[in-house]
């Protein structure tokens, strides 16, 4: 499923986001094994930085940390999040060739990373329950979890319930809330998913990624203009947000495209409408006189404008009556310029000799904006149409 696929990519950030900030009553990550004070104190800071999506600042503290204490176990580990596979790789390999003392939890990490470079596919699920057990009022291994049973649609709610748990040991952790708020987004729980995002952004009003995911959640329902709003808001919190500026775009394109979508659609709708009065001086001005104009039917090619034209008063003359009728229609915006519309269509006429014709056909136009105004400048149609089996 592909919305778990991108659920558990952003989950990860959950792993390590709010794991160490200074909350009372349970503790915010795993006990970490070195002997250099140094290494510790960056690998608080990096996680900090992992809170905030700051991925550049949380992985150079890291290479600092494994600077100061090159054996620093956790410091390989926070490594395997890295977006530099050959990093991700050569950590995991030192994790596995690792000797020295690690206390229970790293002993089972550990486990994890040897199992996993045997089979990159395993699910440390069990073994990520171990680590949870071992430090149950621990926010770590919870977090991890979660990211383990999103890979299924059947463990979503598993996860939910891990996420509640969190807030039971802390209400203002605000990863849970933006975790639950992708999973409410991969159910489809839409109400939920909003209610989660909201709550992100109010235990941390100051911070980029609220926003990001906020974004995320009105990209999913289709509300493109307030996406746009949220993602510029992350970009301008923190501009190493390249991502959110990224989607800005893209939310902003979406914007146009249905404005786009419903010029073009208000076109066609009018040229349907004068064929079917069969006003040919009207409906031939819906169509570019130009020299890349192209017209296909059945196989044969009208490559010039006035061709068409003579060949559309012929057709005319033909029949004493005609309905077009469109049964489906698709259109697509590749530029701001350009449209395509493809349609599925029935067509009901009286010839002046012969019988009635009563089929369905396909009719398929590429238009572009030329001097403010949609024409279509290219056609492709079919007639009558052949339904596959």
């Not at 800005?248 to 659609?265: H, L």
């Not at 697509?332 to 009563?358: C, H, L, M, R, W």
Request: glycine share 4%.
């Amino acid at each position: 499923m592909k919305r778990i696929t991108v659920l558990k990519q952003t989950i990860l950030i959950g792993l390590l986001v709010g794991l160490l900030a200074p909350v009372i009553g349970q503790d915010m990550h795993l006990p970490a094994t070195t002997k250099s004070k140094e290494a510790k104190a960056l690998y608080v800071e990096a996680a900090n930085a992992l809170y905030d999506v700051e991925f550049p600042k949380a992985f150079e503290l890291t290479a600092k940390a494994l600077k100061a204490d090159p054996d620093f176990f956790m410091g390989h580990f926070f490594n395997t999040f890295n977006g530099d596979k050959a990093l991700r790789d050569a950590s995991m390999d030192k994790m596995v060739a690792y000797t020295g003392k690690l206390n229970k939890g790293e002993k089972v990490i550990k486990e994890i990373a040897v199992k996993r470079k045997e089979n990159p596919k395993y699910k440390a699920v069990e073994d990520w329950r171990k680590v949870a057990e071992l430090y149950p009022k621990n926010i770590f291994p919870k977090a991890i979890l979660v990211n383990q049973l999103t890979g299924s649609e059947e463990t979503l709610d598993e996860a939910l319930s891990l996420l509640d748990e969190c807030l039971a040991l802390n209400p203002e952790l605000p990863f849970v809330y933006n975790s639950k708020g992708y999973i409410y987004l991969a159910k489809k729980d839409y109400k939920s998913a909003e209610n989660a995002f909201d709550q992100y952004i109010k235990v941390a009003p100051d911070k980029a990624n609220p926003y990001d995911s906020k974004g995320e959640y009105f990209m999913e329902v289709k509300e493109y203009e307030k996406a746009a709003e949220h993602f510029k808001k992350a970009y301008d919190i923190n501009k190493e947000f390249t991502f959110s500026k990224k989607s800005q775009k893209q939310a902003e394109w979406m914007t146009k495209r249905i404005v786009i979508t419903k010029e073009v659609e208000t076109s066609m709708d009018a040229l349907v409408e004068a064929y079917n009065l069969r006003d040919m001086g009207k409906y031939t001005k819906f169509y570019l006189n130009s020299p890349e104009f192209c017209f296909v039917m059945n196989g044969e090619v009208m490559d010039s404008y006035s061709e068409f034209v003579k060949n559309t008063y012929k057709s005319k003359e033909k029949y004493t009556e005609w309905k077009v009728e469109m049964l489906k229609q698709s259109i697509e915006i590749p530029a701001e310029n350009i449209a395509t519309v493809t349609q599925i269509f029935s067509y009901k006429a009286t010839p002046v000799e012969g019988d009635k014709v009563d089929d369905k056909g396909s009719y398929t136009t590429i238009w572009r904006k030329n001097d403010g105004k949609w024409k279509v400048v290219q056609v492709i149609e079919v007639f009558p149409l052949i339904e596959s089996m």
